[in-house]
């Protein structure tokens, strides 16, 4: 008998969830979202994501649904070979999959639909490269209505990276006290005064945390009486990318540039590491490689470049940032104190 195992963390959607059965990952779609995922599939945007990264493909399969009741269709996702999350990534990653999501928001718009959420949790990494991984965050879009996912997107992306930008790096870690985002209201308390000269945080941090301020407890939510048609919407769209775009994480050269400069490696040592490291690779043949005080990544690229997916961990927000720099397509960097 086949075991089937409901992911809790997708079961609240009401559109659909993720289900693992023999340890093959799928997808129901739901009833609910059947209009939706129609216009996905059929208006030529899954095509157009799927064609250029930016969504992870799936196949629909003729798998009996987890819940018979409310099915619709069932289809089997590619599976992410390391599944990481929002608080685990350096700047650079937290970024990119910023710009990813406006992306995605903005070709959407173009085929008629509209991303219901801008969650962080959306986006994995795969092939060095962030990917949106939730097939049922798109909804059709509806003239005028303003678009739900802002607020989760400025305090999921724009305020964390903002933070790690103007007041410190390791502010990246209140993402894992909030799971929502960083409030907004918070975000404006811990950003520097000189940061309301900068119009894109003026806008969508300070003035946005006013706003809830000023609407909180009320059952309208955030900015929901404004009319916002598609041009602007795509407008709003171009602006948050600007703003994210804008924004870089300047860091001194000594706390990562010459690491193995620095360090008590001599040159023969080092090159005795990196032909250990090479050696036990390729008689141990891993599928999937751990490298834990990884710094730069020198010794973690000895193994992805063998085809080893390799999880390349330190706690050195620096040194995680210029791994990601110079990764390849089977390097996962993340900033971990384990």
């Known amino acids: 008998m086949k075991i089937t195992e409901i992911a809790p963390s997708s079961f609240r959607d009401p559109s659909g969830f993720l289900f693992t059965r023999s340890g093959t ?15 996905l599939m059929r208006s030529g945007l899954y095509e157009s994501l799927t064609r250029d990264g930016f969504l992870i493909p799936h196949e629909e399969v003729s798998e009996p649904p987890a819940r018979e009741d409310s099915a619709h269709i069932v289809i089997r996702p590619e599976r992410i070979p390391f599944v990481s999350y929002p608080y685990e990534w350096c700047f650079g990653e937290l970024k990119d999959a910023a710009l990813l999501t ?23 990494f795969r092939h060095g490269k962030p990917i949106f991984i939730d097939t049922l965050s798109f909804d059709f879009y509806k003239e005028g209505k303003p678009w739900e996912g802002y607020r989760q997107f400025c305090q999921h992306f724009l305020a964390p990276l903002a933070l790690m930008v103007y007041t410190d790096v390791r502010l990246r870690e209140f993402l894992r006290i909030y799971i929502d985002g960083i409030p907004l209201d918070l975000a404006r308390a811990l950003l520097p005064f000189s940061s309301i000269f900068r119009p894109s945080l003026l806008i969508h941090i300070i003035f946005h945390a006013k706003t809830q301020a000023r609407f909180a407890g009320r059952e309208t939510k955030d900015h929901s009486s404004r009319f916002m048609n598609r041009k602007t919407m795509l407008e709003l769209a171009d602006n948050l990318r600007s703003s ?39 008689r141990a043949d891993p599928k999937t490689l751990w490298d834990i005080g990884a710094n730069t990544g020198v010794f973690s690229r000895i193994a992805s470049k063998r085809g080893v997916y390799t999880i390349s961990i330190d706690s050195d927000p620096a040194a995680v940032e210029k791994n990601y720099q110079t990764r390849d397509n089977n390097t996962l960097p993340l900033v971990m104190d384990l």
Do not use: P
């Open 25 to 39: 990952l799928y997808r129901q779609i739901n009833k609910l979202y059947e209009k939706e995922y129609g216009h």
């Open 102 to 124: 406006l992306d995605v928001q903005k070709r959407a718009l173009e085929h008629g639909m509209v991303l219901k959420d801008a969650s962080a949790y959306n986006i994995q």
């Open 244 to 282: 994210v775009a804008a924004l870089q994480w300047k860091f001194s050269r000594t706390e990562w540039g010459e690491y193995y400069r620095e360090t008590n490696y001599s040159s023969g040592s080092f090159s005795e590491k990196a032909e250990l490291v090479e050696k036990m690779t390729e």
